[in-house]
Nanobody, 129 residues
Framework: QVQLVESGGGEARPGGSLRLSCAAS????????MGWFRQAPGKEREFVAI????????YYGDSVKGRFTVSRDNARKTLYLEMNNLKPEDTALYYC??????????????????????WGQGTQVTVSA
């Protein structure tokens, strides 16, 4: 099985930055796209970003586009999310997840949590003054 563990969450001021990491272990085929989701209290799980095996093509949710950057280190089996210019509305539990289908990303499916079959436990990000 695949295990995913997020880290790097914490507290930040508005306008600040945080870098999240997601370490994969177990049997992890590196041909699978990897994504980030977040969930705030009382809200649905929201798509944040996804990256294929290479960083040639990435996709971001509208609310984070231009502020967050997703990357990966396949040799280290680690996924990253660089978060800049943080806003209070970015406060949420952030999850990394493995996409079900290897290879090329289908943009029509990436925001659906049902298209992912492995999830981490989440790391909390809190943005406040």
């Amino acid at each position: 099985q695949v295990q995913l563990v997020e880290s790097g969450g914490g507290e930040a001021r508005p306008g600040g930055s945080l870098r999240l990491s997601c370490a994969a272990s177990g049997r992890v085929p590196m041909s699978y796209p990897m994504g980030w989701f977040r969930q705030a209290p009382g809200k649905e799980r929201e798509f944040v970003a996804i990256i294929p095996t290479s960083s040639q093509t990435t996709y971001y949710g509208d609310s984070v586009k231009g502020r967050f950057t997703v990357s990966r280190d396949n040799a280290r089996k680690t996924l990253y999310l660089e978060m800049n210019n943080l806003k209070p509305e970015d406060t949420a539990l952030y999850y990394c997840a493995k996409f079900k289908t290897p290879g090329v990303i289908d943009p029509l499916r990436i925001a659906d949590p049902e298209q992912y079959d492995a999830w981490g436990q989440g790391t909390q990000v809190t943005v406040s003054a």
